[in-house]
């Protein structure tokens, strides 16, 4: 009990410095349950089952820690890419640097200036999808985040939209402290790709809830990187319905803690979900992906592909389980989880889980761990390859798995690139 009360008593300090939000028009309901939820349940700790291996202080603490703004003169990700841009600033939306937000087949707005209103179609979905994915696992800061935020972007897709939509996160102060929800709805046999990159703040709570109707196809590009000292919690939250697609990939580079939360259901018949990442870390550096996806209905398919490449202290963490319901006869799941541990120091530190009450299906899972392979690196060393571009390649080749997961071959181009790119400035 002094336990959790110490958790109690913390949530309430945390969303005591928090912005006051909006006491009426169609969050109200939703904010005021998420409020409860984390009221009941506290800030997360260490002894709670799914952080373990992820220390949550810095999250869920009152002070933000400093994180230094990175200089540099490299080209923003996705930065040749036509695309619809939307600018947050740590956190605040910024109408100079986004475009205009109309576009063919979609609607855009702001959670900040729809909020006030008395009904909208994001009411059936706002906090709804978070609640939903509290059981069985608690996830306090997603809790937070519904009760506590004050903007984020409302899409809803009616048809197949031409091009993607890119939000964009910029770190400018050293304490900054952002808070994000966005709501996506995609309309039968709608069509959307988003695109997220960006620092965002020195510390970052995210949430971004999915709802996917029949036979439409979402898709999300994530990049996460630059500033080595920020600290990010992010949560995706994704109901799929007869015949839909999700498709999420996410590359991390720096960060000195990062924790990426996917909660995807499946609820219609022959939906499909995959769920991929690639990480490179560098000494203090921690990175954890945490996946749960169940299974509802009859002949769905998902993936998670998760590869991590780490040295000189850094860690990786994936907790990934797959539930397949009694009646989500025909499933196919199937969860990889894979580190390149390029020294003695590093560490990788997996928990993969299958849940299984229907007996008509195939489910797989695997980790493994670790180092480069000597004998293929003496093969394209003996080709005349230097040793430093060997390494290079084979660290891009172990990648490959999870960046094949992205379906445009130029997003994925130039998450390769960026890759390369990192490798090329940290060789010793």
Known sequence: ?????????????????????????????????????????????????????????SLSQVD??????????????????DRLKIVFVDGVFDASASDDLALAGIEIERLETAASEDAHWASALFGVLEAKGQSPVERPLAALN?????????????????????????????????????????EEEAELTLLENGPAAARFNMVLEVDVADR??????????????????????????????????????????TRNECVIELTGDNASAHVAGAALGDGDFHHDDTVFITHDSVNCESRQVFKKVL???????????????????????????????????????????LEIY??????????????????ALFYLRSRGVPLADAQDMMILSFLEDAIAEIEDASLADDIRGRLEGWLTRRRV
């Open 311 to 353: 040295r000189n202290g850094a860690k990786g963490v994936f907790q990934g389980k797959i539930l397949v319901k009694a009646d989500a006869q025909k499933t196919d799941g199937y969860q990889i989880s894979q580190a390149l541990l390029l020294d003695d120091d590093a560490q990788f530190l997996a928990k993969p889980e």
């Open 146 to 186: 519904t009760a506590t935020v004050a903007d984020g972007i409302l899409i809803r897709v009616t048809g197949k939209v031409e091009k993607p939509v890119s939000l964009i996160y910029v770190h400018s102060a050293d304490n900054s402290d952002a808070v994000l929800h966005h709501v996506v709805r995609l």
């Open 64 to 81: 933000v820690r400093s994180a230094a703004v990175l200089q540099s003169d490299e080209s923003p990700v996705f930065g040749d890419i």
């Open 358 to 375: 229907a007996d008509d299906v195939a489910c797989s899972h695997g980790s493994t761990t670790g180092a480069i392979d000597e004998n």
């Open 1 to 57: 009990m002094p336990v959790l009360q110490a958790k109690r008593d913390a949530a309430v300090a945390r969303m005591a410095v928090l912005p006051v939000v909006p006491t009426s028009g169609w969050t109200a309901l939703a904010r005021a349950a998420a409020a409860e939820r984390l009221s009941v349940m506290g800030m997360p700790g260490r002894r709670d089952e799914y952080w373990k291996y992820t220390d949550p202080t």
């Open 216 to 257: 439409a196809r979402f898709s999300h590009i994530r990049a996460q990187g630059r500033d080595h000292e920020r600290r990010a919690a992010t949560h995706i939250f994704a109901r799929l319905a007869t015949e839909s697609q999700f498709k999420s990939f996410t590359v991390t580079v720096n960060g000195v803690l």
